[in-house]
Structure formats: C-alpha cells, structure tokens
C-alpha cells in the first residue's frame, strides 16, 4: 500500500530479473487451428505442448553439454499424472503418437534429464525456479501474442518492463534467432516475414 516501497520493490525485482542466468522458453499452441489441422491425428494440446518444450530444453542442455531436470508446477493429481506418463513415454522413446514430427529420440532425452521421473511440486512449495517460471510467464505470453498479432486487451506497464528484459533472455538459435528457439507458436505459423520487434 506504500508507494515508496512499491517502487523499491519493483526496481529492485526488475533490476534481479536482468541480472539472474537463466533462459526462457515460450511455446503457445492454437487449439482451435491444432484440432482442425490434425482432425484425424490427435495429440492433447497441453501434452504436445509439453513435448515440444522439452525438445527445447533438449537443444539448449545438449548445447551446453550440460544435465537438467524437468519439473512442473502441480496443476491436479489425475493432471499431474497423465503428465508424467506422457513424459515417461517420451523419455524411453515409446511415444509414437508424433512419430511423424519427432526430432528428438528417447535416448537423446536420456542424455540429458537427470530422471525418468517427472518432478512435481506444488505452489505451496515455494520453489524458487517455479516462482520464476511463474513472474516470467504472463508477460512472455503478451510478447508472443503481440509478435503474432493476436489482439490483446489488457495492457500494463509492469509487463511491458519485464518483457524488454525477457527480450534477452530467450533461448536463441545458432543464429541468434529466438523464433524457433525461445519461441515456438504451434500449430506452425509462417514465419518467414516476422521480425522480432
């Protein structure tokens, strides 16, 4: 309720979110246009959502040659678990359903994630990645959505600070581009013309 500290905290957070190491990777799924593009084949979208960021998480631990885990945010306990069985199929390189679109192989995964198992925790927990995961991922979405001309109707100001930082904290490809890497819009868009405002 007291603008002074307000305004400390938020300077404070903002300058913390520029200086922390991490990377950030968004991927949004059209639902409407996934059920229309594959009306025979279906894949859940939050699933194949899933799927495709660990690819993403894949490309940047094999860049680093580094290890990771994989852990979510608990969203239900039958949720929870039908998300770890599709990770698990993932993971042993069982899951045909995108045998089709697969980039990545189950040993390619097994590489790299420290467990079959799919790390979950609740809010309440009040892990440190899953509370960064959460303050990043409202804005990253709005710069998706604006990228992607996708009419939006809130704006705020605090976001709009947020997201010129998370602008360089995309994961990028090769190139430096974050399209493809830090940002993925399924089913897939035409990106040839977007330049990354």
């Not at 990545?104 to 440190?128: M, P, Y």
């Not at 490809?173 to 089913?187: Q, R, Y």
């Amino acid at each position: 309720m007291d603008d002074n500290i307000k305004t400390a905290f938020s300077n404070d957070f903002l300058n913390s979110l520029s200086n922390w190491d991490y990377k950030v990777v968004t991927i949004l799924i059209d639902k409407k246009e996934h059920s229309e593009k594959y009306s025979v084949w279906q894949y859940e979208p939050y699933h194949f959502c899933f799927k495709v960021l660990l690819e993403r998480y894949y490309y940047f631990l094999s860049n680093k040659k580094a290890i990771g885990d994989v852990m979510i945010e608990a969203r239900g306990e039958k949720t929870d678990k039908k998300l770890n069985e599709s990770y698990k199929r993932i993971y042993n390189g069982s899951d045909d359903t995108t045998s089709s679109i697969n980039f990545v192989k189950g040993e390619d995964f097994q590489k790299v994630f420290t467990s079959n198992e799919l790390k979950v925790k609740r809010k309440s927990a009040n892990d440190l990645g899953l509370q960064l995961a959460d303050l990043v991922a409202y804005p990253s979405q709005r710069y998706v959505f604006e990228l992607f001309d996708i009419d939006i109707k809130q704006k705020r100001m605090f976001d709009n600070s947020v997201i010129e930082i998370l602008k360089t904290k995309y994961c990028t490809t090769s190139k430096g581009e974050i399209i493809g890497a830090g940002i993925k819009f399924l089913p897939k868009k035409n990106l040839l013309n977007l330049i990354v405002k």
